[in-house]
């Protein structure tokens, strides 16, 4: 019987395994930010316990970090607590930390990919639940709480349950206006915000393997958002071309022994899965959502749906308290919902290939009259290759604001926020109550629908745009980079 | 960890699904660098709202909380097990709980109860309908037993252990240094580091 990719890593890991006990898993990488680690550094101070491997050990800054301002004290005192707490942890546990202001700086979960950090066939944990984002490389990367961040620092391992897997198959092409985004929407609409509960989902066949990286990392990225363990997808070429010379890759004979043991996690042909979806990436289109979970969604060219239409109970409850808190009409056209703010970034879509595509149809074009729209680089590093590329002239041309890298509106932790009642169209990875500040409606969408709903003022995708006028030398757009 | 044998209190019947981590604690509160403190933060978004379950006089003082499928769902925040037990909750039931909110409450001494559907519909209306009404968790026998309800639930042998002892997972793990070790010394090269030690 043949094993899955999940299963390949998972067995590499096991440090030990004993009846009745859940196997204790070794940790490849332990990512840090500020917001979940104080309380475990707190424990490893009273344990008299130390950072048993400080060199598999990273700590970025990001969710409470201000996209303004950045050489300025940071006015939150809470927040500034907060992240000179990260600093003296870090100082005194011996933890390698990129601070605000510093070149490495940004979302953790776009910081640990650019490394060359993230790497296929290693097991990558977090205080964070998006740290699923790492499954693009065939890694086994998952979230977990403040206790079990405590646990890999003092002990560089973590008592794991087992897990059952599932796969997602995506067979087809994608039609050429539909983004990895919308592939992700539309499968968390179709398995919901708990059918992946306890799975570990390899999402796979012709249109997965067609995507780059970083669209590989949208699709993992929301693999929480199904409430699965973690998101997985096979290394291949596309993998090593996009880790091959990074700063923590292997290289010389290294690489070849990586690349020869990479090259065994695939899922073994007879392998079985637990259970099995089956999308055609054809019948795709731009999806949106309109609820507050990310699983109450539907493609842009939808209506809003009617509550009373929902066969299960629970389903149309839910469906009957989000319209409310929403704001929305059942039967309203998605299409004509006027959107307040846009949101471009966040470890969803905070990339360099994310924002060149934002940027592409904002040229030549204007953010409608009274919109507010945010670009957020999910990294320093991605902000200076966009400044390289003239993105962010496209941008402020646009009269969109550019700002500096971090989890920002994502979740409003920093100044960041949505106004009561404020409706956004947002490129993150949540459309809680709430989320994005207290009062605020949230519609997750793709770069591409964000920046035509910019122009447009209303929940739009690239196709609804008129044709933009010609633009000047420094606003080019950077097609075909 | 403090360990949790049985538990008897009244019921506060939560009637929503899909109850994410952001409305258990919003991320204001999550800027705390301690573990305490998160009490008032707790649904505080609901909390403004006067019908809300938690503003009912009747419903003051319960310690289990009855609420719909997919309890915790969203973000990895330990710091919502923190707001409900700061609040006084020391067990959770529901249909389906999120997988990392989960692990996070059986670490900390909240044990959440998988129930099916229709029992934990049969507590809201057990609640509903006396509000005095006692709820006792029983964590040795595996039982929920109310006036009228008698349901076993699962745990995996392993958590239900550690939770009635209140054993320090770090503290076990620590014991198995040596194959932790053994481990190490057979990772291969390639793999990758954050810096050199």
Same mark, same amino acid.
């Given at each position: 019987?043949?094993?899955?990719?999940?299963?390949?890593?998972?067995?590499?890991?096991?440090?030990?395994?004993?009846?009745?006990?859940?196997?204790?898993?070794?940790?490849?990488?332990?990512?840090?930010?500020?917001?979940?680690?104080?309380?475990?550094?707190?424990?490893?101070?009273?344990?008299?316990?130390?950072?048993?491997?400080?060199?598999?050990?990273?700590?970025?800054?990001?969710?409470?970090?201000?996209?303004?301002?950045?050489?300025?004290?940071?006015?939150?005192?809470?927040?500034?607590?907060?992240?000179?707490?990260?600093?003296?942890?870090?100082?005194?546990?011996g933890v390698r930390l990129h601070s605000l202001g510093d070149d490495d700086q940004g979302v953790v979960h776009v910081v640990g990919p650019q490394l060359g950090l993230t790497q296929p066939g290693t097991t990558v944990v977090c205080g964070d639940s998006h740290t699923s984002t790492h499954g693009a490389f065939g890694a086994l990367a998952f979230g977990i709480g403040t206790s079990q961040v405590e646990h890999v620092l003092a002990t560089q391992t973590l008592p794991l349950a087992p897990f059952r897997t599932m796969a997602v198959t995506v067979n087809g092409e994608l039609p050429a206006d539909v983004t990895a985004k919308d592939l992700i929407l539309s499968i968390i609409a179709k398995i919901g915000t708990g059918g992946g509960q306890g799975y570990v989902i390899e999402y796979r066949g012709e249109a997965i393997e067609?995507?780059?990286?970083?669209?590989?990392?949208?699709?993992?990225?929301?693999?929480?958002?199904?409430?699965?363990?973690?998101?997985?997808?096979?290394?291949?070429?596309?993998?090593?071309?996009?880790?091959?010379?990074?700063?923590?890759?292997?290289?010389?004979?290294?690489?070849?022994?990586?690349?020869?043991?990479?090259?065994?996690?695939?899922?073994?042909?007879?392998?079985?899965?637990?259970?099995?979806?089956?999308?055609?990436?054809?019948?795709?289109?731009?999806?949106?959502?309109?609820?507050?979970?990310?699983?109450?969604?539907?493609?842009?060219?939808?209506?809003?749906?009617?509550?009373?239409?929902?066969?299960?109970?629970?389903?149309?409850?839910?469906?009957?308290?989000?319209?409310?808190?929403? /704001?929305?009409? &059942?039967?309203?056209?998605?299409?004509?919902? !006027?959107?307040? +703010?846009?949101?471009?970034?966040?470890? *969803?879509? $905070?990339?360099?290939?994310?924002?060149?595509?934002?940027?592409?149809?904002?040229?030549?074009?204007?953010?409608?009259?009274?919109?507010?729209?945010?670009?957020?680089?999910?990294?320093?590093?991605?902000?200076?290759?966009?400044?390289?590329?003239?993105?962010?002239?496209?941008?402020?041309?646009?009269?969109?604001?550019?700002?500096?890298?971090?989890?920002?509106?994502?979740?409003?932790?920093?100044?960041?926020?949505?106004?009561?009642?404020?409706?956004?169209?947002?490129?993150?990875?949540?459309?809680?109550?709430?989320?994005?500040?207290?009062?605020?409606?949230?519609?997750?969408?793709?770069?591409?629908?964000?920046?035509?709903?910019?122009?447009? /003022?209303?929940? &739009?995708?690239?196709?609804?745009?008129?044709? !933009?006028?010609? +633009?000047?030398?420094?606003?080019?757009? *950077?097609? $075909?980079? | 960890?403090?360990?949790?044998?049985?538990?008897?209190?009244?019921?506060?019947?939560?009637?929503?699904?899909?109850?994410?981590?952001?409305?258990?604690?919003?991320?204001?509160?999550?800027?705390?660098?301690?573990?305490?403190?998160?009490?008032?933060?707790?649904?505080?978004?609901?909390?403004?709202?006067?019908?809300?379950?938690?503003?009912?006089?009747?419903?003051?003082?319960?310690?289990?909380?009855?609420?719909?499928?997919?309890?915790?769902?969203?973000?990895?925040?330990?710091?919502?097990?923190?707001?409900?037990?700061?609040?006084?909750?020391?067990?959770?039931?529901?249909?389906?709980?999120?997988?990392?909110?989960?692990?996070?409450?059986?670490?900390?001494?909240?044990?959440?109860?998988?129930?099916?559907?229709?029992?934990?519909?049969?507590?809201?209306?057990?609640?509903?309908?006396?509000?005095?009404?006692?709820?006792?968790?029983?964590?040795?026998?595996?039982?929920?037993?109310?006036?009228?309800?008698?349901?076993?639930?699962?745990?995996?042998?392993?958590?239900?252990?550690?939770?009635?002892?209140?054993?320090?997972?770090?503290?076990?793990?620590?014991?198995?240094?040596?194959?932790?070790?053994?481990?190490?010394?057979?990772?291969?090269?390639?793999?990758?580091?954050?810096?050199?030690?």
């Amino acid at each position: 019987m043949g094993r899955t990719l999940a299963e390949k890593v998972w067995g590499d890991h096991v440090v030990r395994r004993a009846e009745g006990e859940p196997d204790l898993l070794f940790i490849d990488l332990h990512l840090l930010h500020e917001v979940t680690s104080p309380q475990a550094f707190d424990g490893l101070r009273k344990a008299g316990r130390r950072v048993r491997r400080t060199d598999l050990t990273l700590a970025t800054e990001d969710h409470n970090t201000p996209t303004l301002d950045i050489d300025k004290p940071i006015a939150d005192p809470v927040s500034r607590v907060q992240l000179e707490t990260l600093r003296k942890n870090c100082a005194d546990f011996g933890v390698r930390l990129h601070s605000l202001g510093d070149d490495d700086q940004g979302v953790v979960h776009v910081v640990g990919p650019q490394l060359g950090l993230t790497q296929p066939g290693t097991t990558v944990v977090c205080g964070d639940s998006h740290t699923s984002t790492h499954g693009a490389f065939g890694a086994l990367a998952f979230g977990i709480g403040t206790s079990q961040v405590e646990h890999v620092l003092a002990t560089q391992t973590l008592p794991l349950a087992p897990f059952r897997t599932m796969a997602v198959t995506v067979n087809g092409e994608l039609p050429a206006d539909v983004t990895a985004k919308d592939l992700i929407l539309s499968i968390i609409a179709k398995i919901g915000t708990g059918g992946g509960q306890g799975y570990v989902i390899e999402y796979r066949g012709e249109a997965i393997e067609k995507l780059s990286m970083e669209a590989r990392m949208t699709i993992c990225n929301m693999s929480i958002e199904a409430g699965a363990r973690a998101g997985m997808i096979a290394p291949d070429a596309t993998t090593y071309a996009y880790l091959e010379g990074r700063e923590h890759a292997p290289r010389g004979a290294d690489w070849d022994a990586a690349v020869a043991y990479w090259d065994t996690l695939r899922t073994d042909e007879d392998a079985a899965f637990d259970h099995e979806v089956v999308i055609q990436a054809d019948t795709l289109a731009p999806f949106v959502t309109w609820g507050t979970n990310p699983g109450q969604g539907a493609p842009l060219s939808a209506r809003i749906p009617n509550p009373a239409e929902f066969a299960d109970e629970s389903a149309r409850l839910a469906a009957e308290k989000a319209l409310e808190y929403m /704001g929305l009409t &059942a039967g309203q056209p998605l299409r004509e919902v !006027a959107v307040d +703010t846009v949101f471009v970034g966040s470890c *969803t879509n $905070g990339r360099i290939e994310d924002l060149r595509s934002a940027a592409e149809l904002l040229a030549g074009r204007h953010v409608a009259e009274g919109l507010r729209m945010l670009v957020v680089p999910g990294s320093v590093r991605v902000a200076l290759q966009a400044v390289a590329e003239g993105l962010d002239t496209v941008f402020t041309e646009a009269g969109a604001e550019w700002r500096h890298a971090g989890c920002s509106m994502c979740l409003g932790m920093n100044p960041d926020q949505l106004s009561p009642g404020e409706r956004a169209a947002s490129t993150s990875n949540r459309n809680f109550e709430g989320r994005q500040g207290k009062g605020g409606r949230t519609h997750l969408v793709s770069p591409q629908v964000a920046a035509a709903t910019a122009v447009l /003022g209303r929940l &739009a995708s690239p196709a609804d745009l008129p044709p !933009a006028r010609s +633009t000047s030398p420094s606003s080019r757009t *950077t097609a $075909g980079v | 960890m403090e360990a949790f044998t049985t538990h008897t209190g009244r019921i506060a019947p939560l009637r929503r699904g899909n109850v994410d981590t952001d409305q258990i604690i919003p991320a204001h509160w999550l800027k705390k660098v301690t573990r305490d403190g998160f009490e008032d933060g707790l649904f505080e978004a609901w909390r403004r709202e006067p019908d809300f379950v938690l503003n009912q006089p009747q419903h003051q003082g319960a310690s289990v909380l009855v609420a719909g499928p997919d309890f915790g769902t969203g973000s990895s925040r330990e710091h919502a097990v923190w707001a409900l037990q700061n609040y006084g909750f020391r067990a959770v039931i529901s249909s389906r709980f999120a997988d990392i909110f989960r692990g996070n409450s059986l670490k900390n001494g909240l044990l959440t109860v998988v129930l099916e559907q229709s029992r934990v519909e049969a507590l809201w209306d057990l609640a509903d309908g006396d509000p005095q009404a006692q709820v006792t968790v029983d964590l040795v026998r595996q039982r929920v037993l109310a006036p009228g309800l008698e349901a076993d639930f699962e745990l995996d042998g392993n958590s239900r252990h550690r939770l009635l002892e209140g054993l320090d997972d770090i503290g076990i793990t620590l014991g198995n240094e040596q194959a932790i070790e053994e481990y190490e010394a057979r990772r291969s090269t390639f793999k990758p580091r954050t810096q050199l030690v």
